[in-house]
């Protein structure tokens, strides 16, 4: 079974920048599409960021500019670069894989 592990989340200031990582494990990384998405207090989650196995991109245009998602497929791991972040970014950040999700990794960004 798909097995996804989040970590890097914490409190930062406006501003400032956190790496995201999620270790996959139960599939065959290399040719999967991953995903960040996040959910915010009352708010549906939402995608943040998508990686496809060829190493295309998306991004929700709340965070062009600011974050980026690569991924190391030596170490099944996905990340999460995000710079210049805003209070807005506040959110419970989830990986994604084949349907599965992670438990999550809190970001709150201060004002």
């Known amino acids: 079974q798909v097995q996804l592990v989040e970590s890097g989340g914490g409190l930062v200031q406006a501003g400032g920048s956190l790496r995201l990582s999620c270790a996959a494990s139960?599939?065959?990384?290399?040719?999967?599409?991953l995903g960040w998405y996040r959910q915010a207090p009352g708010k549906q989650r939402e995608l943040v960021a998508t990686?496809?196995?060829?190493?295309?991109?998306n991004y929700a245009d709340s965070v062009k500019g600011r974050f980026t998602i690569s991924r190391a497929n030596a170490k099944s791991t996905v990340y999460l670069q995000m710079n210049s972040l805003k209070p807005e970014d506040t959110a419970v950040y989830y990986c994604s894989a084949r349907s599965s999700w992670g438990q999550g990794t809190q970001v709150t960004v201060s004002s």
């Open positions: 990686i496809s196995s060829g190493g295309g991109t």
């Open positions: 139960g599939i065959i990384f290399s040719i999967n599409t």
